[in-house]
């Protein structure tokens, strides 16, 4: 959905491929969209390494927006409190993704 918006984008096939995405230059992320249920490292271990990092490095807090099939209460509550700024239930559309994306920049 990034390309058909015409937005730079990064890709990780998996938790640990999202963390180490990021830590290589977090400064050019505005928004990281984690899905929660990913092989190797979940989203909700992710998004709490991401933050991590963030407060021991001083990095600037990049939007973390959980994209999930995952539609529970606890699942909610579980990516809250793993350090995620706002929770969507697939399908994503272009329409809410694009929101995001101008929302982040």
Same mark, same amino acid.
């Given at each position: $959905? *990034?390309?058909?918006?015409?937005?730079?984008? *990064?890709? *990780?096939?998996?938790?640990?491929?999202?963390?180490?995405?990021?830590?290589? !230059?977090?400064?050019? #992320?505005?928004?990281?969209?984690?899905?929660?249920?990913?092989?190797? $490292?979940?989203?909700?271990? *992710?998004?709490?390494?991401?933050?991590?990092?963030?407060?021991? !490095?001083?990095?600037?807090?990049?939007?973390?927006?959980?994209?999930?099939?995952?539609?529970? !209460?606890?699942?909610?509550?579980?990516? #809250?409190?793993?350090?995620?700024?706002?929770? $969507?239930?697939?399908? =994503?559309?272009?329409?809410?993704?694009?929101?995001?994306?101008? =929302? =982040? !920049?």
């Amino acid at each position: $959905m *990034a390309k058909r918006l015409q937005r730079p984008y *990064a890709v *990780a096939y998996n938790g640990l491929e999202a963390v180490q995405e990021y830590s290589k !230059n977090p400064a050019t #992320f505005v928004l990281v969209l984690m899905d929660m249920s990913m092989p190797i $490292m979940d989203g909700f271990t *992710a998004t709490e390494t991401i933050r991590n990092m963030e407060s021991k !490095n001083q990095w600037n807090r990049v939007r973390i927006v959980a994209v999930t099939g995952l539609g529970s !209460n606890d699942a909610r509550k579980q990516a #809250f409190q793993s350090g995620v700024d706002d929770f $969507m239930i697939k399908p =994503a559309t272009l329409k809410k993704l694009k929101a995001l994306i101008e =929302a =982040a !920049n």
